[in-house]
């Protein structure tokens, strides 16, 4: 059944009520009981009205403090002009409550809703860091609508403590699953901002959401971002459908909020132990199976140790003068021929140290070995900056799923003044990924629409309504690398007189990348650092620590341990020596580092596209 | 890298004492801190506030910085400086 709420406005509420194209299938997610419930969200902004005819149901004090001044009652304090409703506006589009005739209502009118107070007062790395580190085993998501200033200019990001936050959250928070952390990206459009330049957002902790109107078009206040992960409904200009603030001391104003509907999106489905690919967004009309799936984007899979990180630095001796247009090539191979290659890619990071006569002059490119270009950093007229970039990381989701294998071409070009100079110290190019063989996905829908229908005291399915397989909570058209399909016979139950035939997806044996079974000798493929003996039916290859499935921190032989690369070739820059190590044997040796990290502890579940 | 503005330093300090509270309000009885408590949850980050500091300055305060970069169980600290950050 189809749940309508009853609320004045929610006919307003065009970006769920079934009027966007395309549609975000909210209702018929709401029509299966996915409303937010068991979800804790903090909106870390300047405090929300916790006795607010949309907000006191859902109110959770837990998720709430204020870190400026220590009050004991973090709600906001408004001013004469209502300033401080920043906070309450984006709760009430997260967690607005349903059918209270006041408002429209929250697309996760279930969950708990809190908040931070700590937008008001002075900001220090300390503020930032404890108001991201606010119980992080009860909060799921914090939700951030705030960062450096969108002047164009300004180059900022988290400092030490607020990124030992992030780190703590991702790796610690949520019982060990990690905590979300979504951001709003820049406002900056005005001024020619780029979110590449907020070192919140471009983060690898942070799910930068950016927007567009109900046209699909982008806002005037939005910013270019490579960087961005997943864009959401939001306002434009005044004669755009706006979207609805559902709590707001003064009515429901029309205000927008870019950051909630993406934020809404991504809490209701709450099976939040499995970690799906940001392909699951890719899906233009996401059905309503899409609804099933659970929506924590893939870095945290990556974080979870079921993706690698391989990359590679490469300090300039001497450093390279920057004429108004060049490009390094380098060929990388991405650990390839190694137990922990990456084959799909996710998230990819350039991080740069060089020094320029007008910052904003320079457009900083990346290209991929598939011919994916990225724009990290488009000229941005306002930075008038001579320092430069120092180890400044910038983040590209443009090349996700590509095979990272072959030349990357950072592209620097001077887009103004023609007498620019400067000189590029060091650059670093991080890939994250997973060993999954894309090409080898299986074309159509993936994940069924079924839903399951019985569930075990675990929440484990027990039975699917379509011809699904079974994995963990899914429901499965067909079972992904690392597992094969087969049928059960569970035996009857009291009460019933058939043998039910369950089908399942097992795991292969930890040697296999595909299989037909789960011994050693039911390979069907390998994976890339070993081969298939079609006789035995078994992948030979090097023997890896981390074939067993527990984590291992280091992946690489241990001469070419990451880690001790990183500090070695550290130490090479301040020596001005060559790098130690190389990433490929095909590269010149001071080129690139390998550095790779775990292979999936656990079975590598990924949702395939179209999910 | 911040962009060219100056920072400005407040009257707080983050200091890393891996002895734990105990330890840190014995430097703050020592230097004249409030120890405003841990910053994350495991209690080895903490946030010290000094009244007799301004409250904000473009200078650090170098008296406070050699206090604690010559105590011992001081790890790691840092004068917090303020951050700009504008809401979305």
């Not at chain 1, 780190?167 to 990206?185: D, E, M, P, Q, Y």
């Not at chain 1, 060049?326 to 740069?352: D, F, T």
């Not at chain 1, 023609?418 to 110290?425: A, D, E, P, R, V």
């Amino acid at each position: 059944s189809v749940v309508v709420p009853t609320d004045p406005w929610f006919s307003k509420q065009w970006y769920m009520n079934s009027e966007a194209q395309p549609d975000l299938s909210v209702l018929q997610a709401w029509g299966q009981g996915l409303s937010g419930q068991g979800i804790v969200v903090s909106v870390l902004d300047d405090g929300i009205e916790k006795d607010h005819p949309d907000l006191w149901a859902n109110y959770d004090p837990l998720a709430s403090y204020d870190f400026n001044d220590y009050d004991p009652d973090p709600q906001p304090r408004y001013t004469p002009s209502d300033e401080n409703r920043h906070g309450t506006r984006c709760a009430g589009e997260v967690a607005a409550m349903a059918d209270n005739g006041f408002c429209g209502v929250g697309v996760a009118f279930n969950a708990r809703i809190g908040g931070v107070r700590m937008l008001d007062g002075t900001i220090t790395d300390v503020i930032e860091a404890q108001s991201l580190s606010l119980q992080p085993q009860h909060i799921h998501i914090y939700s951030a609508s705030w960062g450096p200033e969108d002047d164009g200019r300004t180059v900022d990001g988290p400092g030490i403590l607020t990124r030992e936050a992030f780190r703590r959250g991702v790796t610690k928070g949520r019982g060990g699953l990690g905590t979300l952390f979504i951001w709003a990206s820049g406002n900056g459009g005005l001024h020619y901002d780029d979110c590449n330049c907020d070192g919140y957002t471009n983060s690898i902790h942070t799910l930068s959401v950016g927007s567009t109107t109900q046209q699909g078009r982008v806002p005037w206040y939005s910013e270019a971002c490579a960087s961005t992960l997943t864009t959401t409904y939001s306002s434009g200009v005044a004669t755009d459908p706006q979207i609805v603030s559902a709590a707001a001391s003064t009515g429901s104003p029309p205000q927008a909020l870019p950051s909630q509907p993406g934020l809404l999106t991504s809490l209701l489905p709450h099976r939040c132990d499995l970690a799906p690919s940001q392909s699951c967004f890719e899906n233009a009309n996401p059905g309503r199976a899409q609804w099933l799936t659970p929506v924590i984007p893939a870095l945290w899979e990556a974080e979870a140790g079921g993706s690698r990180a391989a990359g590679g630095s490469s300090p300039l001796d001497p450093p390279s003068p920057i004429l108004p247009l060049i490009y390094i090539r380098k060929n990388v191979s991405a650990c390839a021929g190694r137990h922990n290659s990456i084959r799909s890619l996710e998230h990819v990071q350039a991080q740069l140290t060089l020094s320029y006569s007008r910052r904003g002059d320079l457009e900083i490119s990346l290209t991929s070995p598939m011919g994916t270009r990225s724009t990290l950093v488009a000229i941005r007229p306002l930075d008038v900056s001579t320092e430069g970039y120092n180890n400044w990381v910038f983040m590209s989701t443009h090349f996700w799923d590509e095979n990272p294998q072959g030349v990357w071409t950072l592209g620097l070009e001077n887009k103004g003044y023609y007498f620019n100079t400067g000189m590029l110290y060091r650059y670093t190019l991080l890939l994250y990924g997973t060993a999954e063989d894309m090409t080898a996905r299986p074309t159509g829908p993936q994940v069924t629409s079924s839903a399951c229908v019985q569930r075990d005291t675990e929440g484990l399915c027990q039975v699917c309504d379509g011809p699904a397989y079974i994995l963990g909570r899914l429901c499965l058209a067909y079972c992904p690398p690392r597992f094969f399909n087969h049928t059960r016979l569970v035996t009857a139950r009291p009460g019933h007189t058939a043998a039910l035939a369950l089908r399942v997806c097992s795991s292969c044996h930890s040697s296999c990348y595909t299989c037909r079974g789960g011994s050693l000798k039911d390979c069907t493929s390998c994976p890339p650092s070993s081969t298939l003996d079609q006789q035995q039916g078994s992948c030979v290859g090097p023997t890896t620590p981390d074939s067993s499935p527990r984590l291992r921190a280091a992946a690489c032989p241990q001469h070419r341990c990451p880690a001790s690369a990183m500090v070695l070739g550290l130490l090479a820059m301040t020596l001005q020596g060559l790098v130690l190590c190389s990433m490929s044997m095909d590269l010149p040796p001071q080129t690139w580092l390998s550095r790779a990290r775990a292979t999936p502890t656990k079975p590598q579940v990924r949702l395939p596209a179209g999910t | 890298w911040a962009s060219v503005r100056a920072p400005i330093y407040v009257s707080s300090w983050a200091v890393r004492v891996s002895q734990g509270n105990r330890e840190v309000e014995r430097l703050a009885r020592k230097f004249g801190f409030v120890n405003l408590g841990p910053i994350f949850p495991d209690g080895q980050y903490f946030h010290l506030r000094h009244r007799g500091v301004v409250q904000q300055s473009l200078t650090p305060h170098w008296g406070h910085r050699l206090h604690l970069k010559k105590d011992p169980k001081v790890q790691w600290f840092q004068q917090q400086t303020l951050r700009r950050r504008v809401k979305r």
